[in-house]
């Protein structure tokens, strides 16, 4: 969100916690941001929404819950989801939001917190090639790398195959350290 503010996008954010949304907010009191009481607060008028959360339940939430995000955003606007969650839950909402005329993109990243912080991530994307065309711009602000993968389901599939590469690798490094 800071990378999008910085830009001079008008940015506004949601978190659980209040007072986390609102630290965020002072230190970035330059650009024109915004902090929201409710998930459908911060998707109302906004043409993207982004949203990360902890896993599936929590995505259902902020997106189908009492004041969630979906009933409040307008005809045409795109919902990215850059949580690591489900195949399953990407395609559930990726229809739920074709059939209220808004845009999908399962959209996982790759990069931690450092390549949040740093504009570096890495985001493996599924959903259609002409929501993508229209986000892609705006990845841009914080991503090195995003790249359109597939349908929905394949941002999350994707980023399935590197979680298990990256486990099998550091269990190669942990049995070559035993040897040693």
């Known amino acids: 969100a800071g990378h999008l ?16 949304a609102e630290a965020w907010q002072a230190e970035y009191a330059d650009a024109s941001v915004h902090v929201a009481a409710t998930p459908a607060e911060a998707g ?3 043409e993207i929404v982004f949203a990360c959360s902890g896993a599936d339940p929590d995505l259902r939430e902020i997106t189908l819950g009492a004041d969630g995000a979906l009933d409040a955003m307008n005809e045409g606007a ?6 690591t969650a489900s195949a399953t839950m990407a395609r559930e909402l990726a ?8 845009g999908w993109l399962d959209a996982p990243v790759s990069g931690g917190q450092a390549g949040a912080e740093n504009g ?14 229209r986000v892609a711009p705006v990845l841009d602000h914080y991503a090195r790398k995003h790249a359109l993968l597939g349908p929905a ?4 599939l994707a ?14 490094l942990s049995e070559g350290l035993l040897f040693a």
């Open 44 to 46: 109302a008028n906004a």
């Open 78 to 83: 795109i919902f990215v989801d850059h949580t």
């Open 120 to 133: 570096v991530l890495t985001i493996m994307i599924g959903g259609e090639d002409a929501t993508y065309q």
């Open 153 to 156: 389901g394949h941002g999350q």
């Open 159 to 172: 980023k399935m195959v590197n979680q298990v590469c990256i486990a099998g690798l550091v269990q190669g």
């Open 5 to 20: 503010a910085r830009a001079g996008l008008d940015v506004t954010v949601y978190n659980r916690t209040r007072t986390t």
């Open 95 to 102: 229809g739920e939001c074709t059939s209220r005329g808004l």
